[in-house]
């Protein structure tokens, strides 16, 4: 019987690896064959598609193990200091979570209603005004929020009429800079309260 | 380095690739700066209009914020808009009232298309090519008014000519008058399915050159020619409303529809009787209803004797139309004539209609005639549960549009004719808007022909289609949720109505809405044409404020951008005329057979290109929730098929998905066969709208047209093709190869299922 | 609490597939293509059946809309192993996407062929992606969906009603294919509020219910056509 070479092994191994590789990062497409390209298209127009397919083997990794990056947020944005000065949370910046579902993160927009005459001497009120003058948006990363295949509709609304505090989810962001997860929403930190306040945990209550 | 040491080596930095350098590409993202402030997650409500058929159902759009992928200076990135979301029908308006047909839903993905004209081109390859290049919006349109200044300066005006589909209201006013006002003639309306010939007869008939408006919800009986009228014919949303208000919505009262028809359509699936009659015979028997309506001693209101007059043997009693003769003739038997007229007789109010494939023939212009003279005789003219016209809001009037009024311009068979014929006056500039002559318009007319003989033609669609692909420069419009949307319903509505609506969203792409494209080109031009109106709003502004408030002091211009329109009774002065007036000292008609193209022992059935639910003529075929959308009848998606009767299918030994040969004098075409009990056996039906060879990528370059089959046989007197007097010969070439996807009874690789069988 | 339910009034359907579409654009149904629907895989959750009857030229064609049925005795709840499939209190049949691990058994087990599972990641052609409604999920592949009542819209009312401290009136809450058909003849409400039209409705002589001697006690009652007398 002939042995198996180590060589050989590393090989097969290699090999799978680099497949694995190529797969994961989206370069070889081994889903469903797809159908035949029609019609011509205009010139230099390429078709992008939107789908619930991670972009790679990793993002589903990260997704799959709730594994979600640091949020690196494009400016320090001081929490501290703003909430020092008294504006609440959905004054200006959250403002639609009275309303509707969603909290919101600002535009630079809502930045400059104040900054463009309040400390614009500081170095990062100059960066928003040229970010401002040049159609750059801060993009900011989620520090809150579910992964897409736990399917939550969570909607802020009836929490904030319910006086729901934003610090008892959110915790103590008017402490810190920028937004730091300091909270773990586990379901379980969800089904507790319901539980506790008597609200629904229905699982069409959240999950649909 | 040798073996073992290069497989090691790929082996780590495989795996250290693989883990590494798939970065996440949501962190290099470039978020933009929104160009307003965008509240997320809520949505707003706001009006529309559908655009997709004539009948104009006012829509409310839901709009809330989404992500848009752009890319600025360089940079691809994301930014926040307000998105449309979903339409729904506007429950106030008169012509749906909330309700919106499977082509108004899938609306919304006319403005999402991948495969949309985003920004102004022009040709860079040879024409038919479709290789085009992208220009700015300052240098097209300084093109077209460079064209258009040419021919002016060679006194050139009539060779300026528009091919469109028919438009009316504020957009028809401004194309109208452009053209007026340079010098062109009136514009080239075409549709495939267009119903001149039913206005012809109206104004005939009843002094209303207009498609009329039924009051089915308080009609007790309901006799339809042909009429697809619960699903792509005249006001489809507006009947079905009726229609069930017609069947359950009054107590203890249920109205009965008659169809007839030689095959069966989504609408006839719903008669209580379902009346197969010959081709082209269906005045025949809505006479022989007449004579036996007389006979009962029914007498033709005075208001019914005008349309009456136009039959020839009507104030005799129209003994031509005898039980028997009209069963010889029809293929009814004449008992079922009789049973016919005995339930018109008790069941009244009743109303009569006609349209579609019972108009499509040489002949049609008897038939509608003979059907305007029977709702007369049943007195359902202007009366509840009959037969009425929309009042119209003059809109030139309004506006205060100068010049004579416009006369008719030449059909497409006559323009493509003298465009092939050259000449001095032959067409050097054409605009296309809206129209696609090239993918339906019957080969005889050589509308293709026609186009390449044009020096120069300008494009105002979305997309690429046949007819677009000839353009040599292309100024994409806006869709109509990016846009003030207008229409006046010509029909579907018991009152005035004008609806209009702002933009639901902002543009999407480097589009400009067409109408105000040809105003700033009429304002370039070196002759300007001065028209009064800065913009399409500017125009609507000033029509809306002539009408009436709804309260006083109110202001109906800003009542109707919050409403979604304005409706009405309409003060005098604002109604349009009635349209033409009837040719007095016309003959009266008499039945005369129907002719065919195509030696009957060599082409022994009928073709029947029919208006399908989901794509209607093709214009909607482009839209993939339509393409998936399964056909009422058969179910089938992404698919064409020819509509067989068994018997005919056992005699040519053809089953279920096999693939036939259909061929008639002009053309010839393969498609897969669908067995139906629906329809004659002297019969084949196709639908309209898919084969396209250019449009989009859903579309293009799937099923078959059977528009490549069609005569050019036409109705003498209005000129209008007879799209169902083509006769053709069917053989089976082949099994089923897959073609054919259809949704019920489960997967279909092998193509077969049982007739009639019903799986899901 | 209400128990949803619906009437379908065969009488006034046309068969023109409003719901249909309405369906699609209301709860971000991907299109699946030719390829995937020649092999079954289109997901329509409100469908138009037809039933030929007789031969030419004595044919009847019948319509007749088909949704979820949110049965109150649903089969496809018990055979589900991650219990991804149940039963709400108000009586729709749950259908929890992070639940449910794709055995597909509850779609084996229905008798109204209404799930359907997505066998493979659906797809937008962007920007077609814009139109997608943001207060439903996006299902991924391996996961099986259905139509829900919309009950997206169901939420929606019920908390903005309780916001605005009023009652929720029959009539308020519409389903996309309820709202699209252009003849009124589906009506969507509460089952157990004797006023309300889908309970006066359902009780209707002609009022029967679908594949009823099964005894999943559907929640959708179908009221006959006539027929001329």
Redesign the interface.
Known sequence: MTTVRPSSVLALVACACAWLGAVGCGYIDTSVPPPPLMGPGLPGESSTVLTTARPNLRAALDDFLVRRPEPVQPIEFPHNIHVGKQIACTEYCHESVTTGPVAGLPSVRTCMICHNAIATDRPRIKLITDMRMKGIDLAWQRVYGFPAPSHVKFNHAPHVRAEVSCETCHGPIGQQTVAQRTVDHTMGFCVNCHKEKQASIDCLTCHF | MDRRSFIKLTAVSGTTAALASCGNPENQLVRFVPDEDIVPGQATWKPGVCPLCAAGCGLTVRVMDADKDVVRDGQAGVVKIYAAKKLEGSTDHPVNHGGLCTRGQASIQVTYHPDRITQPLKRSGTRGEAKYEPISWDDAVAELVGRLDALAGAGNQRALALLGQARTGHRGLVVQQFLQHFGAPAPVRWEFFGDDLLRRANALSFGKAQLPTFDLANARFVLSFGADFLGTWNSPVSQSHGYGAMRQGRAGIRGAFVQVEARMSQTGANADQWVPVRPGTDGVLALGLAHLLMAAKVVTPASAARAGALIDGWSDGLPAYSPDAVEKLTGVAAAKVERLARQMADMRPGVAMIGGPALAHTNGLFSALAVNALNGLMGSVDQPGGVSFTPQFDVAAAARATGTAPGAGASLEQWAAGTLAGGSGATQVLLIDGANPVFAAPRAWRVREALEKVPYIVSFGSFLDETSALADLILPDHSFLETWAENVPESGSGVAVATVAPPAMAPLHQTRATVDVLLDAGRRLQKPLNLPWESLEALLGATFAVLPPAAEGGDAWSEAQEKGGWWGALPAALVAAAGAPAASGMTPVAFVEPQFDGDAAQYPLHLLPYASTTFYDGSAAHLPWLQEMPDPLTSAMWSSWVEVNPTTAATLGIRDGDLLEVTSAHGTLQSAAVLTPGIAPDIVAMPMGQGHTQFTRYATGRGENPASLLAPLTEATTGALAWAATRVKVARVGDPDGRLVLFAGGSHEEGRHGPGEEHR | MPRWGMAA?L??C?????C???C???NNIS??????????R?K?WI??????E????D?????RPVMCMQCGNAPCEPVCPTYAS?H??DG?N?Q????CIGTRYCANACPY?VRFFD?????????????????V?????GVMEKC?FC??RI?AAT?QA??DDVELKDGDIKP?CV???????LVFGDLDDPDSAVSRLSESPRGSKLLEDLGTQPAVTY?SR???A
């Not at chain 3, 007789?54 to 030229?57: I, M, V």
């Not at chain 3, 999920?137 to 592949?141: A, G, K, Y």
């Open positions: 009034d009488d006034r046309t068969g023109c597939g409003a249909v579409t309405a699609h654009a209301e299109t699946v293509g030719p390829y995937q629907a020649m092999r079954g289109a329509h469908r138009v059946e037809r039933y030929w007789g031969e030419f030229p044919v009847r064609l019948k319509f149940q709400t209190a729709l749950a929890v996407y992070n639940r062929t066998f493979f990641n659906p797809e937008w052609d962007k920007p077609l992606h814009l139109q997608l409604n943001p207060d999920s996006l299902r991924e592949v829900t009950v997206q939420k908390i309780k916001a996309a709202q699209s058909c252009p003849a009124q003849a009221l006539q027929t001329l």
